[in-house]
């Protein structure tokens, strides 16, 4: 039991800097950026097509301990972070969020 605690520890850490970086890319860059559909593919699509299933086989199929079931789970992680970096790259993720208001002159703005 200690031993399988030691290994869980292993691939939580292995996998942390994975799951910040994907925090990082939906939450502060996607949605930031106004690209809510995909971020809404990678946070909740993605759990259901790899996360679930991997971990299901894992589980029930491959009968794999714990710490690994674990790991099959994470592929989740993996699968987002490197669906997230490609969408970064493409630069597709950047909308213009500003509205223009009619009435609004800026160049007739005092200045002082």
Same mark, same amino acid.
Do not use: Q
């Given at each position: 039991?200690? #031993? &399988?605690?030691?290994?869980?520890?292993?691939?939580? /850490?292995?996998?942390?800097?994975?799951?910040?970086? &994907?925090? /990082?890319?939906?939450?502060?860059?996607?949605?930031?950026?106004?690209?809510?559909?995909?971020?809404? @593919?990678?946070?909740?699509?993605?759990?259901?097509?790899?996360?679930?299933?991997?971990?299901?086989?894992?589980?029930?199929?491959?009968?794999?301990?714990?710490?690994?079931?674990?790991?099959?789970?994470?592929?989740? #992680?993996? /699968?987002?972070?490197?669906?997230? @970096? &490609?969408?970064?790259?493409?630069r597709k993720w950047?909308? &213009?969020?500003?509205?223009?208001?009619?009435?609004?002159?800026?160049?007739?703005?005092?200045? #002082?």
């Amino acid at each position: 039991m200690i #031993e &399988n605690a030691g290994y869980i520890i292993n691939v939580v /850490t292995f996998f942390l800097w994975v799951r910040v970086k &994907n925090m /990082t890319t939906v939450v502060g860059i996607l949605r930031a950026g106004g690209d809510t559909r995909f971020s809404l @593919f990678l946070d909740g699509i993605i759990i259901w097509i790899v996360g679930v299933p991997m971990a299901y086989l894992g589980a029930f199929v491959w009968h794999l301990p714990v710490y690994l079931v674990y790991l099959c789970a994470m592929a989740e #992680e993996a /699968t987002k972070w490197i669906l997230g @970096f &490609n969408r970064y790259l493409s630069r597709k993720w950047i909308n &213009n969020l500003t509205v223009h208001m009619d009435g609004l002159d800026t160049e007739a703005a005092p200045t #002082e």
